[in-house]
């Protein structure tokens, strides 16, 4: 694997910005990196896409053991991430993440749309104060079916399934009803889990900072597993994006339900940035 440096021009993200609206793009940015990374993001064809993001440190840590979390990722990672919310249509935590960190989850980095929040709260312990249930791009609640009552507008309700979970295809099949096909899965890991797991992402962007923490909550966490043959190797490039670095791993959806395995998809070809 290579490094080179990454930019993103003004006529590429307008680019970007105008894919995002369904619009095409007034020129052709062929195979600018820029390009090749946010284009499948971008851009609207009718299907739903998913792609997760981490933030992390080094050994995978995303928070201290006190759940101090902010900053890890460095100006590059951040900016990153407010590109991703920007080409989304929604974005997904989980109550855990709310409740630690109380994000805005706005678009504040960059220029572009901030994206519906959608917060998934089976048991209603975020506070209705939190910060990203106001502002700009409006958000969703997600509660389980036959919990407390609630009178939220914005409150979408799913059944959970046997382990206890509200099924993340039912989400995403809720969302895509509301016109919200391009969701971006922010964390915590528990909620990212639930989505890789049920083979339902597309792209998981890690981006890793270069700071060791040695403890605390980790970014990625999934089943145990005996064997490394079991283990998820995602096609993947790895992008230096100046303060942090870039890892974008394509998996291929899986439609059956639970997932049969979770197949590795293909990044495209970007002029030897891998
Ligand atoms: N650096 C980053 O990129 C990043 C991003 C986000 C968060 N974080 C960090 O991550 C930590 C929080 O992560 P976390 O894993 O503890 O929590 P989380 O994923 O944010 O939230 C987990 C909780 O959300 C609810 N939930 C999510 N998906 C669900 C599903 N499919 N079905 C039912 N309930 C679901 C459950 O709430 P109930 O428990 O109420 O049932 C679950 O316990 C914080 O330390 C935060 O700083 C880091």
Not at 85 to 114: N, Q
Not at 158 to 176: H, V
Not at 201 to 219: M, W
Request: proline share 8%; with cysteine; aromatic share 4%.
């Amino acid at each position: 694997m290579t490094a080179s440096s990454f930019r993103v021009d003004e006529a590429v993200w307008r680019g970007l910005l105008a894919l995002r609206r369904g619009e095409t793009p007034q020129r052709d940015h062929g195979q600018d990196p820029a390009w090749t990374l946010y284009e499948p993001i971008a851009r609207r064809d009718g299907r739903s896409f998913v792609v997760a993001q981490v933030g992390q440190s080094l050994d995978g840590r995303v928070a201290t053991v006190d759940g101090d979390a902010i900053p890890i990722s460095g100006a590059d990672g951040f900016a990153h991430l407010h590109r991703l919310r920007a080409l989304a249509d929604a974005v997904i935590v989980g109550a855990g993440c709310v409740v630690a960190d109380d994000p805005r989850l706005t678009v504040r980095e960059v220029e572009g749309p901030s994206p519906v929040r959608v917060v998934i709260d089976p048991s209603g312990r975020v506070p209705p104060g939190a910060k990203c249930l106001s502002g700009e791009g409006g958000a969703i609640l997600v509660r389980a079916e036959g919990g407390t009552p609630v009178d939220e507008p914005t409150s979408l309700c799913l059944p959970r399934d046997g382990d206890g979970r509200l099924c993340p295809r039912a989400l995403l099949a809720a969302l895509a009803r509301r016109s919200l096909r391009t969701i971006l899965v922010e964390g915590g890991a528990a909620t990212i889990r639930h989505f890789l797991q049920a083979g339902l992402v597309d792209r998981l962007h890690v981006t890793v900072a270069p700071i060791v923490i040695g403890s605390g909550a980790p970014g990625l966490l999934l089943d145990p597993i005996s064997r490394l043959s079991e283990a998820l190797r995602p096609q993947c490039r790895v992008m230096p994006l100046g303060s942090d670095t870039l890892f974008d791993c394509a998996f291929d959806r899986v439609s059956t339900d639970p997932p049969a395995r979770l197949a590795i998809g293909s990044v495209p070809d970007a002029g030897g940035i891998w």
